[in-house]
């Protein structure tokens, strides 16, 4: 079992549809909770970063912990074209900044 | 904004070739690391370093080395190149500990 799981997709969806991308880890000790979007032929670039639990809002996205579900989500309202992109959640505890990523979503917002 | 350059986007090597991947930052950033990336793998990490002269191992180091003679230049070394290191190379910096890591546009490698 990988220690980061995220469903590979493609997730399909319609524009302005709300689009929900989930995470579920292993690793009780993970306490740094990012999500990254990575354009076709691109390296991957911080959306969001959150410390232990709790929500963040960031306009239209919005990452949510569950730490005691061992779950991350984050969300995406009004999607537009641009946000077509794949989408890796990483994680990392107090031990340094070894970041363990997720597979990643791959996510098509059609016009 | 933090730059992270990749020497080449695609590289095209034959098995037993000795290969260097350049990375360069421009924000004097302590942290830089490796990753190569696979469909259905994800981002795996192959080498860091936290400072100049200085590298640790991440999960999957065998068959690469790394060189940090300059703070800002982090290079990957394939010592004879294999066909399953046929891979996308991403290189990434960070200025601390758990913080967000910035990273390059990648290095498509083939190896045939």
């Known amino acids: 079992q990988k220690e980061v799981e995220q469903d590979p997709g493609p997730l399909s969806v319609p524009e302005g549809a709300i689009v929900s991308l989930n995470c579920t880890y292993s690793n009780s000790a993970f306490q740094y909770f990012m999500w990254y979007r990575q354009y076709s032929r691109k390296g991957p670039e911080l959306l969001m970063y959150?410390?232990?639990?709790g929500n963040k809002e960031d306009g239209r996205f919005t990452a949510q912990v569950d730490k005691s579900s061992k779950y991350i989500s984050l969300f995406i309202r009004d999607s537009q074209p641009s946000d077509s992109a794949t989408y890796l959640c990483a994680m990392s505890g107090n031990a340094g900044n070894m970041l363990t990523f997720g597979g990643g979503t791959r996510l098509m917002v059609k016009p | 904004d933090v730059k992270v350059t990749q020497s080449s986007r695609y590289l095209v090597k034959r098995t037993g070739e000795k290969v260097f991947l350049e990375c360069v930052q421009d924000?004097?950033?302590?942290?830089m690391f490796w990753y190569r990336q696979d469909p259905g793998l994800g981002l795996r990490l192959i080498y860091f370093s936290y400072d100049v002269k200085m590298k640790e191992k991440g999960d999957i180091p065998e068959g690469y080395s790394v060189s940090r003679e300059k703070k800002e230049r982090f290079s990957l070394i394939l010592e004879s190149a294999s066909t399953n290191q046929t891979s996308m190379y991403l290189c990434?910096?960070?200025?601390?500990?758990?913080?967000?890591?910035?990273f390059g546009s990648g290095t498509q490698l083939s190896v045939l």
């Open positions: 990434a910096s960070s200025l601390r500990q758990n913080e967000k890591l910035f």
């Open positions: 924000m004097d950033h302590e942290n």
């Open positions: 959150t410390y232990s639990s």
